[in-house]
Nanobody, 128 residues
């Protein structure tokens, strides 16, 4: 069964930090490319970062490179998104997603259409 549960969102001032967590079922975690996406009101959902749970390969959107870091904890079946130097434009609902096509490797990029399973989302609000 595929389950993804995000946590860690909240409100922070510009320049601050937050860490998001995405806990996955063991079935999912063992074979997934785990992606982080965000969607602001009136905008399309965009890819932020991804990590292959087997290979550890990571990808980042240009808008977050150098500020966000995606990581994994295999013992907890959890991936994280550490967000530093937050800006007001980072305000959005953040979603965790899983692409199960490639056995734990990220080969499909950050297109939302490549991910089959989604969490419920967690809100991040950055005030300037």
């Amino acid at each position: 069964q595929v389950q993804l549960v995000e946590s860690g969102g909240g409100s922070v001032q510009a320049g601050g930090s937050l860490r998001l967590s995405c806990a996955a079922s063991e079935y999912t975690y063992s074979r997934a490319c785990m992606g982080w996406f965000r969607q602001a009101p009136g905008k399309e959902r965009e890819g932020v970062a991804s990590i292959g749970t087997r290979g550890g390969n990571t990808y980042y959107a240009d808008s977050v490179k150098g500020r966000f870091t995606v990581s994994q904890d295999n013992a907890k079946n959890t991936v994280y998104l550490q967000m530093n130097s937050l800006k007001s434009e980072d305000t959005a609902m953040y979603y965790c997603a899983a692409d199960l096509r490639y056995g734990g490797w990220c080969l499909g990029g950050l297109s939302r259409y490549n991910y089959q399973h989604w969490g419920q989302g967690t809100q991040v609000t950055v005030s300037s």
